[in-house]
């Protein structure tokens, strides 16, 4: 009986154990099973992302076009790009080198630009200026006579600074037009700004210019007209248009 007894004592601790045990796994793999509920929803998260950066990128690659046409116009704009280098340098060149004949023209050409600008200035002023100066951009100015320090265009006054652009311009078609060949001056409205007495020294110097070449004067008025019908009679030919 005793024996019996015992048995029936120990069976029960050892069924005791036993639910303890399945309580205390069945506590742990509930744990744990929401710990890896949780990393399997981080990585179903993480592969819908993924998934969509793939989407995306494929979206773009096919934007993009094939890659063999990519390649092509690659070189296409490879090609491109060599010959608008070879035209950049060859510009910069050509710059350079008109610089400078720009700067040795200059240097040859403004002293004696200068000084015929100056005979006819000094004409067309009846001797108020006797001088001519340009500086690199062949920008002129102009000194009295019996002064020593020129002013520039724009220090002159407005009839003045008409005349020595006039000057200047005369000058430059003096040196250029061919002398052999006597080409005609063409002259358009040069004079409508000058007053009266401005124009008559201007209109008297192309009447000495027209000496040695042909000056066609195209004015709207008629005070260039009567000037010369009355200073040089029968010398110029008006034409009405």
Known sequence: MIRKEAWERYQEEINGTIQAYREEMGKHLSGQAKE????????????????????????????????EDLRSQLRRMEEQYAFLQKEYDAIALATEVLFVASSSLQTRFSPDLGSRAAAIFTKLTKGKYNKVLLDQELTPSAQETGQFIPHEAALLSQGAADQLYLAVRLAICDMVLPRDSAAPLLLDDALVNFDDERMAAALDYLVELSQRRQVLLFTCQRREADYLNWAYPGRCRHVKL
């Open 36 to 67: 890896l509920e949780g990393i399997v929803a981080d990585a179903v998260d993480r592969l819908s992302a993924l998934r969509r950066r793939i989407h995306t990128t494929q979206g773009r690659i096919q934007a993009l076009g094939d890659p």
